[in-house]
């Protein structure tokens, strides 16, 4: 279905040489074969820094074929309550100039790939939290209040420090993992009224990104009291994720989650998975196994949109039998995939490279007629590369989980392996041992890892050397 994309560009795509093959590549959220990444972290460079060559590309690379239906923009990572200052935000390698005095970048290049992915009939989201960030609110009228500041900044909205000039996002995510659930479900309230008022028709969209562990530590009351769209649950880094098919892997819990407590009664839930080894701590599986895992998911659980993958740097670089992961995955998912509109997008069973356009710029981005203010260069306020904060890349021990489920015990590779409940983690050298998750009175543990976003500070608080 074509939808949203006529807003000022109409005329630009109906000449463009692409522009025909919009329609198979439009994003449809009713069909279960929707393939997600997150942008903007470049996961890869801060796993393999020397490598630059194959750090993550600018985003309209990801849009050239009908591998990707959804990018997911990577993070708004500073929002603090009881300051009217902007927020902030870090897209790694790819944005470095801010707002004079505000850690909100300016980045008319990320705009302009934007415009570019939505001509191809994808959507194009900001993701709000991540697991390093400094984020959250003191109460509703302050989540109210930034839900107008988030409309003004990205959406429908208008400001004079619109980091991706006029250019509108489809929507947000919420990515918290931090913090508090205090003024979430008023913000997606307060945000999806605005949205409903969007002059232009526009339908703007919601996601969230919970962790596997059910009820989501910070979004649970959100998930439990507002309209989403779609959640992206974090099936990795954790107990429950795909590593652990399927004795503790609950995408029926998410599917009991949609069939009775979601607000929106056709919520997707997405299979959220790391895009290679070094993208989680843990719980990466490779393409072959996680097409099991979609195969006999899928038909089982009616809720199921498609895959999430963290993060679009990994999955593209991680090359499995000559194809990049988020292709393999794609390729399964296009395999017997359904779609409650009817409409099958395209089956091309090979993601087909559309012929590059001959300048991005083709797609006019229209200036803001406001000033924006000259943004500053200040190096001082220039984000990083993540960095890499632990040793090693951890890969799924090849210990059968099933012979170790008491917490503390020892398993059969003594000193390599302690068992924390429910998984094993490994680095490289040394090795490192996943502490034991706290429980809390239910039958899961309810501590688990930050996973989404930039290798995380609390990396090195929550791992230990094995040997101490
Ligand atoms: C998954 O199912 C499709 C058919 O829907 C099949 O072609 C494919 O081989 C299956 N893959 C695995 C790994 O079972």
């Known amino acids: 279905m074509l939808r949203n994309l006529c807003t000022g560009l109409c005329l630009g795509l109906a000449l463009s040489p692409w522009g025909g093959s919009l329609v198979s590549a439009a994003f449809d959220a009713s069909c279960n074969s929707n393939l997600v990444n997150y942008w903007g972290q470049n996961s890869y460079g801060a ?21 990707t239906d959804v990018l997911v923009l990577s993070f708004l990572h500073i929002f603090n309550s009881g300051t009217d200052r902007l927020p902030g935000t870090n897209f790694a390698n790819h944005c470095d100039v801010t707002f004079p005095g505000t850690d909100l970048l300016y980045c008319p290049d990320i705009g302009k790939d934007v415009s570019y992915c939505q001509s191809r009939g994808k959507k194009v989201l900001l993701s709000l939290g991540g697991a390093a960030g400094s984020y959250g609110f003191a109460n509703d009228a302050d989540a109210v209040k930034f839900a107008s500041t988030i409309w003004n900044l990205f959406l429908g909205g208008s400001s004079d420090t619109r980091p991706f000039g006029s250019v509108q996002l489809d929507g947000i995510d919420l990515d918290i993992e931090g913090g508090s659930s205090t003024g979430y479900a008023a913000f997606v309230k307060a945000l999806r009224n605005m949205y409903s008022k969007a002059s232009d028709g526009k339908h703007y969209l919601v996601a969230a990104a919970p962790q596997c562990p059910y009820p989501d530590a910070y979004m649970g009351p959100l998930l439990s009291s507002s309209w989403v769209d779609m959640v992206f649950v974090q099936f990795y880094n954790n107990f429950c994720g795909v590593n652990n098919f399927p004795r503790f892997f609950n995408f029926e819990e998410w599917q009991n989650w949609a069939d009775k407590v979601a607000v929106n009664k056709n919520v997707k839930v997405y299979l959220g998975v790391a895009g290679s080894p070094s993208a989680a701590s843990f719980g990466y599986v490779g393409p072959d196994r996680l097409a099991e895992i979609i195969n006999d998911s899928r038909p089982k659980y009616p809720a199921f949109g498609g895959v999430m993958i963290w993060d679009a740097s990994q999955s593209y670089n991680n090359k499995v039998g000559g194809s990049s992961f988020a292709q393999s995955i794609k390729s399964t998912l296009r395999k017997g995939q359904k779609c409650a509109s009817g409409t099958l997008p395209s089956d091309d069973t090979s993601s087909t490279e559309y012929p590059v356009e001959t300048k991005t710029s083709n797609v006019p981005i229209a200036t803001t007629t406001r000033s924006v203010p000259a943004p500053s260069t200040t190096t001082s306020d220039k984000p990083s590369v993540p960095s890499k904060t632990k040793s090693g890349s951890p890969s799924t021990p090849t210990d059968p989980s099933d012979t170790c489920v008491v917490e503390g015990s020892p398993c059969t590779n003594a000193n390599q392996y302690t068992c924390n409940g429910y998984d094993f983690a490994q680095g490289a050298t040394p090795l490192y041992l996943i502490d034991a998750w706290v429980k809390s009175g239910s039958s899961h ?21 094995l040997q101490q």
């Open 47 to 67: 796993a393999n820094p020397s490598d630059s060559q194959n750090w993550e590309k600018p985003l309209a690379d990801y849009c050239r074929d009908d591998t």
């Open 445 to 465: 543990p309810r501590e688990r890892f930050p996973s989404i976003g930039k290798p995380h500070p609390y990396w090195s608080r929550r791992h230990r050397p």
